[in-house]
């Protein structure tokens, strides 16, 4: 079976690859491998609000009973990030989660998650897909036996979940704050949380697209400036301090200031890193992955902490958080988690963290950016996905082995990094950053620089040298 674990998990179009025969097969190779790597019997399922969520969840809780373990499943959606925490709060060996997180509506997706609970590193997921290559033989047992025999049990994380982020956040200068927030889950898993954790610290909450829509209104469930304009548009009608929202399964964010401009997942993470810095006195490392702004890089210098740079995939952040110090690991589409939480990305983390950063400073946050790129020098980012040929794909892959420009943009090339594609490194301190996709004939292009004009340089010097 060709069945293969991506950046996060395994996703694929619902009744073509993603079938319940397959998600049998996936579920049954995790099973060996924990049969074989623990003696933990214990597993954690969790689902999001696509199609056909639950039964998938109930399908892999009857093999997972069928091989021994005692399965916790929720019995409504719960986010990725909430499964993750109840790998640990249940001491489990690990969990399934079961979604696409903003992908169309028509994929579904399965990711495994570690006892560690952060997403699993290719280690692991290479000795899972072995054993789905070789079709084992699955085990199962049906729900009512299982629950019977003490092998299903029902669970609701919310409110540990919840007590965990209060003490992650300052509730007291939440509640006496006064922000009007309005929040958009995207009719995603993430529903309700966000809006009782603000609502506990007494801030006056809204929330918006706040039911199960396996279509997602229409719309992909992320939570990119292009998906949140209604929000942006509530929150300038309505006088709202804030706009914060989630993708589809909540471990990605997104946030709108009072007037209706969308912040960048590079500008929060920039935000909130000097508000961990700066107003909490922490200290530790950094991780970001290659295509993160370098805003990052710049504060850390400056407060002497070290910068761990990874390759995409949140996957390779959770490690330098489970084993660098690092107080916050952060990547540019969207993912961020801190000290004292969870190696996952969390979009309600981040949006409550951006809540109490609001609160404490009293402006808008376009205020507070603004005076921190004073201090700090502006970076302008920019991500280009181009699409080509699968032939010119080829064509570009060889190029870029052997590309080594001395300028690009009018400045010199000072280093060369090569961890995920291919980094430029510039002498002002721009950068540029060109990732083959793994699945479909496209490159992604990254690149920060000063000003727009010398952005606009590197990404013309660019696409002429590799003919792209």
């Known amino acids: 079976m060709g069945i293969k674990f991506g950046t996060d998990g395994w996703r694929a179009i619902i009744a073509d690859e993603f079938t319940f025969s397959n998600v049998r097969y996936v579920v049954q190779a995790i099973a060996d491998y924990l049969l074989e790597e623990t003696?933990?019997?214990?597993?954690?399922?969790?689902?999001?609000?696509?199609?056909?969520?639950?039964?998938?969840?109930?399908?892999?809780?009857?093999?997972?009973?069928?091989?021994?373990?005692?399965?916790?499943?929720?019995?409504?959606?719960?986010?990725?990030?909430?499964?993750?925490?109840?790998?640990?709060?249940?001491?489990?060996?690990?969990?399934?989660?079961?979604?696409?997180?903003?992908?169309?509506?028509?994929?579904?997706?399965?990711?495994?998650?570690?006892?560690?609970?952060?997403?699993?590193?290719?280690?692991?997921?290479?000795?899972?897909?072995?054993?789905?290559?070789?079709?084992?033989?699955?085990?199962?047992?049906?729900?009512?036996?299982?629950?019977?025999?003490?092998?299903?049990?029902?669970?609701?994380?919310?409110?540990?979940?919840?007590?965990?982020?209060?003490?992650?956040?300052?509730?007291?200068?939440?509640?006496?704050?006064?922000?009007?927030?309005?929040?958009?889950?995207?009719?995603?898993?993430?529903?309700?949380?966000?809006?009782?954790?603000?609502?506990?610290?007494?801030?006056?909450?809204?929330?918006?697209?706040?039911?199960?829509?396996?279509?997602?209104?229409?719309?992909?469930?992320?939570?990119?400036?292009?998906?949140?304009?209604?929000?942006?548009?509530?929150?300038?009608?309505?006088?709202?301090?804030?706009?914060?929202?989630?993708?589809?399964?909540?471990?990605?964010?997104?946030?709108?200031?009072s007037d209706g401009t969308y912040l960048t997942a590079n500008q929060v993470l920039f935000l909130v890193l000097a508000h961990l810095v700066e107003v909490r006195g922490k200290r530790g490392g950094v991780a970001r992955t290659v295509a993160t702004t370098h805003l990052l890089d710049r504060l850390a210098r400056a407060y002497g902490l070290e910068v761990e740079e990874t390759p995409v995939g949140f996957k390779y952040i959770a490690q330098a958080l489970l084993h660098k110090g690092c107080i916050l690991g952060g990547e540019e589409s969207g993912g961020l988690s801190i000290e004292g939480h969870i190696p996952e990305k969390d979009g309600i983390l981040a949006t409550g963290l951006v809540a109490e950063i609001r609160a404490r400073s009293g402006c808008p946050l376009k205020h507070l950016l603004a005076e921190l790129l004073k201090r700090y020098g502006p970076l302008f980012s920019e991500r280009l996905d181009i699409h080509v040929s699968p032939e010119s794909k080829k064509k570009v892959l060889n190029k870029l082995t052997h590309y080594e420009p001395a300028r690009l943009g009018e400045q010199p090339v000072v280093g060369r990094v090569t961890i995920d594609g291919v980094k430029f490194l510039l002498a002002d301190g721009s950068w540029a950053l060109i990732r083959p996709s793994g699945t479909e004939p496209l490159f992604r292009v990254y690149i920060e620089a000063p000003n727009q004009e010398t952005l606009k340089g590197i990404r013309e010097d660019l696409r002429a040298g590799l003919e792209i």
């Not at 992650?168 to 954790?197: T, W």
């Open 39 to 257: 003696d933990n019997r214990r597993i954690v399922i969790g689902y999001d609000h696509r199609f056909l969520a639950e039964n998938f969840a109930a399908s892999a809780a009857e093999v997972l009973a069928g091989n021994g373990f005692t399965v916790f499943l929720p019995e409504k959606a719960i986010p990725t990030p909430v499964t993750a925490f109840a790998v640990r709060s249940l001491e489990a060996a690990g969990a399934i989660m079961f979604t696409a997180s903003h992908n169309p509506p028509e994929y579904h997706g399965l990711k495994f998650i570690p006892s560690y609970a952060g997403p699993a590193v290719p280690e692991i997921t290479s000795k899972i897909e072995e054993r789905i290559a070789l079709k084992p033989q699955i085990k199962h047992l049906n729900l009512d036996m299982a629950r019977k025999k003490g092998l299903l049990q029902a669970f609701d994380p919310q409110e540990r979940y919840l007590k965990h982020l209060e003490g992650l956040l300052d509730m007291e200068i939440l509640g006496r704050s006064g922000l009007k927030i309005i929040v958009d889950p995207l009719y995603g898993a993430g529903l309700g949380y966000l809006e009782n954790l603000l609502s506990r610290a007494g801030c006056q909450v809204e929330s918006i697209h706040n039911w199960r829509d396996p279509l997602f209104g229409g719309r992909l469930p992320d939570p990119s400036a292009r998906g949140l304009e209604e929000l942006a548009e509530r929150v300038r009608l309505q006088g709202a301090h804030l706009g914060l929202a989630l993708d589809g399964d909540a471990d990605r964010f997104g946030v709108v200031d």
